[in-house]
């Protein structure tokens, strides 16, 4: 993923990037220091079993804004709905659905993807998903 605009005018984002598929539980990737135009590779990967006929996959980046002696009490959790921002932390989210069924012969495959978020904090997310049958 490449971090877009950080959302901070003098330095790096403190960011967490939320990952999630479905309706499986989020992973999380940092907190790290990321500057506008750098790129990270959370290489974050989910299975599911038995998936239905589509799937939607979220992502959610935060940059911590909190300054020492702060007091916060929004939490750190995803929400992965949309964005904004509060004297605790900026934020943007978004989701794509993908499909995982594919007729004729070749079941099996591969696909890439790409999400675009923009917003107080803004990045691009380049991914891959793979289906697999097993009998």
């Known amino acids: 993923m490449t971090v877009t ?6 330095n790096a984002c403190d960011c967490t990037f939320w990952f999630k ?8 990737f940092g907190e790290m220091q990321v500057s506008t135009d750098s790129s990270v590779y959370p290489n974050t990967t989910f299975t599911v079993e038995n998936a239905p ?14 300054d ?5 009490t929004n939490g750190t959790a995803p ?8 004297s605790c932390m900026d934020w943007a989210s978004g989701q794509i659905t993908v499909h995982t069924d594919q007729s004729g012969f070749g079941e099996e ?3 890439s993807f ?11 997310v380049y991914g891959t998903f793979a289906v697999s049958y097993i009998p």
Do not use: A, R
């Open 5 to 10: 605009d950080d959302s901070d005018d003098l």
């Open 114 to 124: 790409t999400m675009v978020q923009i917003g107080y904090l803004e990045f691009h």
């Open 21 to 28: 598929v479905g309706t499986q539980q989020p992973k999380s």
């Open 109 to 111: 495959f591969s696909e």
């Open 79 to 86: 929400s992965f709905n949309g964005g904004g921002s509060n």
């Open 53 to 66: 006929s589509s799937l939607t996959l979220y992502v959610e980046g935060q940059d911590n804004d909190v």
């Open 68 to 72: 020492f002696g702060q007091f916060c």
